[in-house]
């Protein structure tokens, strides 16, 4: 796995979106929206997905705690992407704090967050947030050498 596995909420809307959008604001997590070099206020998940396609790349940075990012990708209003990069999580206090995130997100939306391999296509994730067991599950078993 890369460096910066892609996460994914599949089966996703625009109001799932919206509802991301929402929980950053409301937990108060230090963000940072941009499309291409201008940094901007966050506009609603509508707005942003409903730029033309060769417009510039927009994308949202969080920051859940200091020193952890998670980078959000419009691409599409079916599904949310972002990234996160392992080596900010290395201990168990970042571990928790990546899976709590994760957990925000899945309850807020009541719906999997899928962890998959730095361009992975979300089909073999390897840990997530389960909604029927509320709790981030590892999904795939490592290969050992």
Known sequence: MGTLPDLVVPGASVDDWQAVLDLVSERGWAHQYT????????????TILARPVD????????????????????????????????RELQGQQRLDLFC???????????????MDAEGGNGSHPVLGYEVERDQVVLIARPVLP
């Open 55 to 86: 417009a510039e790349y927009a994308e949202l940075r969080v920051w859940p705690e200091a020193g952890v990012l998670a980078i959000f990708m419009f691409h599409s209003p079916d599904e949310i992407d972002f990234d996160v990069d392992l």
């Open 35 to 46: 499309e291409g070099p201008r940094q901007l206020p966050v506009p609603s998940a509508e």
């Open 100 to 114: 709590a995130f994760l957990t925000a997100i899945g309850r807020q939306l009541g719906k999997p967050v899928l």
